[in-house]
């Protein structure tokens, strides 16, 4: 089983040290292979990348020259990936690259016909409550039991990422590769992961309210546009 793991990188170049350090126990498991997408970066990114890459094996990157969304660094990604087994993850070290370690485990027990993803644990209570209210608006919208939606990592097989067929470039990707898992009756297993502290930075979308705003008249818009698409 090769397992690509994606970690999208907009202007972290900062954190990138770390992620590579948490990464480098990847080098033990050369079924893995690490890709950071340079997700059409302006700070000093690229540079470090090609200084400190060729110190981490497994580990690779991709540029993409300029940023069109999350989702579409994700997409970039794993366009690239070789593995059979495909993940993504954040790069503001909120959430472990390692946990892809663990949740790797579940498809080894059960086979390649499941959908996993983390289950966050450790966040403000601010952030609970919005996650909470999110999950219930999609539950009832979409028909589907839907929790902790933006939880990392997520982990699936190639075969179901190839059957993707209209896949978002910003951040509902995480939406609906995990409503695609449930409509085509994947088992989906969730797992705790600890969600931190940001290490440096600051979040590109989860700013003030007002970011929560736009991002949820965001979500709304797509779910939408998702429930008019489904088969009747």
Not at 79 to 102: E, V, Y
Request: charge should be positive; hydrophobic fraction near 40%.
């Amino acid at each position: 089983m090769n397992i690509s793991l994606v970690i999208p990188c907009y202007n972290e170049g900062k954190n990138i040290p770390l992620i590579l350090e948490r990464c480098k126990i990847f080098s033990k498991h050369p079924n893995i292979e690490v890709i950071l997408v340079d997700n059409g970066s302006t700070d000093q990114t690229p540079k470090i990348l090609s200084d400190l890459l060729p110190i981490y094996q497994n580990c690779k990157s991709i540029r993409v020259e300029q940023n069109q969304g999350y989702g579409f660094g994700i997409k970039s990604g794993l366009a690239s990936a070789t593995g059979d087994i495909l993940a993504w993850t954040h790069a503001d070290m909120q959430t472990d690259p390692q946990d892809i370690l663990q949740g790797g485990k579940f498809f080894e027990e059960f086979g390649q016909d499941i959908f996993v993803k983390g289950l966050r644990y450790g966040r403000p209570w601010t952030d609970v409550v919005f996650t909470i209210g999110m999950g219930i608006f999609e539950t009832i919208l979409l028909r589907k039991r839907m929790q902790d939606i933006n939880a990392q990592p997520n982990m699936f097989s190639r075969s179901f990422y190839e059957s993707w067929s209209f896949a978002p470039d910003d951040f509902s990707l995480d939406l609906y590769v995990y409503y695609e898992a449930k409509r085509k009756n994947l088992r989906i297993l969730r797992f705790p992961v600890k969600f931190g502290e940001r290490a440096y930075g600051s979040s590109h979308w989860n700013i003030d309210m007002m970011s929560k705003w736009k991002f949820i008249k965001r979500t709304i818009s797509f779910s939408m546009d998702l429930k008019r698409k489904l088969p009747k």
